[in-house]
Each structure stands twice: as C-alpha cells, then as structure tokens.
C-alpha cells in the first residue's frame, strides 16, 4: 500500500459545528504532516506529527486541533471555523531517518478534503 | 535564507510540442530538489527528486530535471506535451540544514496549460 487516505473528500460545514477529518497511512511512515492549500497557491505547512508526538505547529489557531493515535492515523478536529478557513486541507506522510523529519525520499500526500466554511 | 522561485507564473504549449517549466532556488546549504504536480481538484503526487546523486533525474511520466548547481536551477522538462499534462506544478527544496524539523520550501507553482 503506497498511498495516503483522506476521508471525507468534500465537507460543508457551518461556524458552530464540530467535525474532524481523517488521514490514514500503511507505507510504515512515522511522519505525518497537515497542509491547507487555497486555489492557486502552494500548500501550507499547519502541524507535523513525528513518531506520534507533535513536532511542528506553525501558529495555527487553537479552532484547529491535531491528533495522532497511532502511527497510520492523524486526525485534524475543526471547531468553530471561519469562512476563510475553506481550502483543500492536505495530509501527507513521510519516512523520518534519525531525528530528521522530511527526508530525501519526498513526501506522500493523500487527494485532500475540499472544506468549505458557511 | 532559503527560497524557491518558479520563473514563469503561467506555460502554454501546444500538444506534442517540447515543455520546459523553470525553477532557481537559493539555499545556504546542498539541498533535496523535488517537483510535484497537482491536477484540478486532486492531491500533489511526486513527480521526481534529486538528492545530490546523478544531476540529471528522470520522472514519471517522461518528464526529467538537470541540478545545476553553479546556475542553482533545477528546470523541469518534457519533449513532448500530452493533454494529460495540463496541471499545476510545484518545484520544492528540502535544505540540509543542520538540526531537527526541516521544512519543505514552495515555490508559488507554474500553471501548464496544454493546447491541441
């Protein structure tokens, strides 16, 4: 198995609600990581998970919050979101080598859930 | 300071016709080079990498890229477009800096546009 499994591919969602999107991985990677891309543009790096222990949260705002249960799992829980939060949210995964995150082997990355905030 | 730049924002070829999408990158230290596609509406797939062996790298999909080190270039080519090309492509660097947590670098993509 090579790939990485996003689920929902398409969420609508309002304001006031709480959902959580699912990223899964069997390729035995101890790296995961979420990105949030809008249209156009290079995806942005949000957390990364390295040996299940989260390494990397590059300022997000608290109304996004990671979770890692196991090593083929990361989930991504939205609570009260804002419009300008709709983007194609990527997860991806990748071998860490030592304690080096993202190494030359390049990273995995699932077909994204396209999120839109009303 | 690392950085990524894709040199031209928008590339339009006609079917059958020679593609080249150019990347230069400025890094402190030897770094990993990798270009992604995105087609609409889907996630980003690897379509090659170079990792300080062979300066010439083959992809999928006949696409290959030269490191340049003394030009820090790493332009993506292909010799003959198919429609099936037409996406969106990223060229990224991956420093060697020393320390935990390197960060993939993006450059701002190169949309290609394929004309029958």
């Known amino acids: 198995d090579t790939e990485v499994t996003q689920t929902p591919k398409h969420l609508v969602m309002g304001m006031t609600n709480k959902k959580s999107l699912k990223c899964e991985q069997h390729?035995?990677?101890?790296?995961m990581y979420w990105y949030k891309q809008k249209a156009k543009k290079p995806p942005e790096l949000m957390f990364v998970?390295?040996?299940?222990?989260?390494?990397i949260n590059e300022s997000v705002p608290s109304r996004f919050s990671p979770e890692c249960p196991n090593s083929s799992l990361l989930n991504l829980h939205l609570h009260a979101l804002q419009p300008e939060d709709s983007a194609l949210y990527l997860c991806?995964?990748?071998?860490?080598?030592?304690?080096?995150?993202?190494?030359?082997?390049?990273?995995?990355f699932g077909s994204g859930t396209r999120l839109t905030v009303v | 300071a690392q950085s990524v730049t894709q040199l031209d924002s928008h590339v339009s070829v006609s079917e059958g016709t020679p593609v080249l999408l150019r990347c230069n990158y400025s890094?402190?230290?030897?770094?990993?080079l990798f270009w992604y596609v995105q087609h609409p509406n889907k996630g980003l797939q690897l379509l090659l990498k170079?990792?300080?062996?062979a300066t010439l790298v083959k992809g999928i999909n006949g696409f290959e890229a030269e490191f340049k080190k003394s030009e820090t270039s790493f332009h993506l080519t292909k010799p003959s477009a198919h429609m099936s090309d037409a996406a969106e492509y990223f060229c990224?660097?991956?420093?060697?800096?020393?320390?935990?947590?390197?960060?993939?670098?993006w450059g701002l993509g190169t949309s290609l546009a394929v004309n029958p």
């Open positions: 991806a995964s990748s071998q860490v080598r030592g304690f080096l995150i993202g190494t030359n082997y390049g990273y995995t």
């Open positions: 390729m035995g990677h101890r790296a």
């Open positions: 998970y390295s040996y299940e222990k989260l390494s």
């Open positions: 890094s402190s230290y030897s770094p990993s």
């Open positions: 170079y990792t300080s062996a």
């Open positions: 990224v660097v991956l420093p060697h800096n020393a320390g935990n947590n390197r960060k993939l670098i």
